[in-house]
């Protein structure tokens, strides 16, 4: 059957509930297909298109999540971490049940807008220079931006080990704050292009992918859902 799920897969992926838990709804009669009770474990649905009720509540389809976090600074952009708190540990219990991962990464002390998915094919689009999606970021340096820095910068800079960067928007702004827009995501590139200038970056917010904005009302450390449509529209338009 093309896009077949087993029941149980399905009521666990769309739910707090795990497999084993699933299952015992299911034994339970607490499950219907189309209406009818389904006992059977085994049992596969087409998600997309059969009803699903557990105990009379629909349980609708959702191939995959996504969700805009606005990153607080001293937060890892990772899925676990032995000893540091990561970005994962900011969702509720009830929304890690899906195998989440931040759409690549902010320094440890970057704050702003970090994607979180499931949806590694969306995730690969949003990342890869090849898409050329832009990530625009405010900084403040210890210094003032010039004229030669915004032409290095749009020329692409090469960092001291010789990586060539891709060319990158710099509009310098009042009190050693500036704009970078980058359409790539070398480690610590912000910092390191700086550093090739003689600038030390002091802090760094990432306010844009695409044309997805933080917005002005996510506080820091909270997030919120984003649809596939949404994220669609935003970023890839
Ligand atoms: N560039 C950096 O140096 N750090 C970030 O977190 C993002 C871009």
Not at 217 to 229: F, I, N, T
Request: aromatic share 6%; net charge positive; with cysteine.
């Amino acid at each position: 059957m093309k896009n077949a799920m087993r029941l149980d897969k399905l009521i666990a992926s769309q739910t707090t509930l795990s497999r084993r838990e699933a299952r015992q709804r299911i034994l339970s009669g607490r499950v219907s297909v189309n209406t009818e009770v389904c006992r059977s474990i085994d049992a596969s649905v087409m998600p997309q298109q059969d009803t699903v009720l557990l105990d009379g509540q629909a349980i609708g389809y959702q191939p995959f999540v996504y969700y805009m976090l606005h990153k607080p600074a001293g937060v890892l952009s990772a899925s676990r971490d032995r000893r540091a708190t990561t970005v994962l540990d900011l969702l509720h219990e009830c929304d890690r049940t899906r195998p989440l991962f931040p759409v690549g990464r902010l320094d440890k002390n970057t704050t702003g807008l970090l994607l979180l998915t499931d949806d590694g094919m969306m995730a690969h689009r949003i990342i890869s220079p090849k898409s050329g999606i832009e990530k625009e970021y405010s900084v403040t340096l210890d210094g003032p931006v010039t004229d030669d820095m915004v032409k290095r910068f749009a020329e692409g800079i090469t960092l001291t080990d010789g990586t060539v960067c891709a060319s990158a928007g710099l509009t310098a702004l009042e009190n050693c704050r500036a704009r970078v827009i980058l359409t790539e995501g070398k480690y610590h590139e912000i910092k390191r292009m700086f550093g090739v200038c003689g600038l030390g970056v002091n802090q760094l917010h990432r306010m844009r992918i695409g044309h997805l904005w933080l917005p002005d009302d996510l506080p820091v450390g909270e997030y919120r859902p984003v649809s596939a449509k949404e994220l669609s529209e935003s970023v890839f338009c």
